[in-house]
């Protein structure tokens, strides 16, 4: 845990000093947030659907504005952990800049557990404000693609003009 909290901080950039503050608090609690969710099940893992749901329950003014699908997957804790930080990137970023910075926007999650054990999420944004692909990679994106990498998996963003689609694989 204290790794995790490390790397948060380390790792979290802002051009301004309230910017980098709000990154790192944001970080921290989702990973406090996921670590609550062990205490229910005494600390054998976190139910994915809970996780999601706890993410993105700030954005749900209705229930059209976020919508959460798949299978019941309990997760390790560790890979619980890096799901509440993909998932807490991903919303970040919908409110900043996608989806979820104007009233009509909407996101879809979903995700489905493969046989071979790889767990398949698919964020899918729509009714933002128009997308065009980033000129530079932002950290968020970084920080996604360093957890999916971290268990063996990938992370795919497509840019698309009515919003961002982000595969994420990884073994769960």
């Not at 890096?82 to 970023?93: F, G, K, P, R, Y």
């Not at 800049?97 to 790889?118: C, F, Q, V």
Request: a negative charge; hydrophobic letters at 45%; aromatic letters at 6%.
């Amino acid at each position: 845990m204290l790794a995790s909290v490390q790397a948060a901080v380390v790792l979290s950039q802002s051009d301004t000093s309230e910017g980098l503050k709000q990154a790192i608090e944001g970080r921290i609690r989702a990973l406090a947030n996921v670590h609550s969710l062990f205490a229910e099940t005494r600390w054998i893992g976190a139910e994915l659907s809970a996780i999601a749901t706890q993410e993105l329950a700030p954005y749900e003014e209705s229930e059209m504005r976020v919508r959460i699908d798949g299978p019941q997957v309990l997760l390790r804790p560790d890979t619980a952990q890096a799901i509440a930080v993909i998932l807490h990137e991903l919303a970040t970023n919908a409110a900043k800049y996608g989806a979820l910075s104007t009233m009509g926007g909407r996101i879809e999650l979903k995700w489905s557990h493969e046989a071979d054990g790889r767990l398949i999420l698919c964020w899918t944004e729509m009714g933002g404000p128009g997308v065009q692909r980033p000129t530079r990679q932002g950290f968020g994106t970084r920080v996604i693609e360093g957890m999916a990498s971290q268990y063996r998996g990938k992370a795919h963003f497509d840019w698309r003009a009515e919003g961002l689609v982000c595969e994420i694989a990884l073994q769960a």
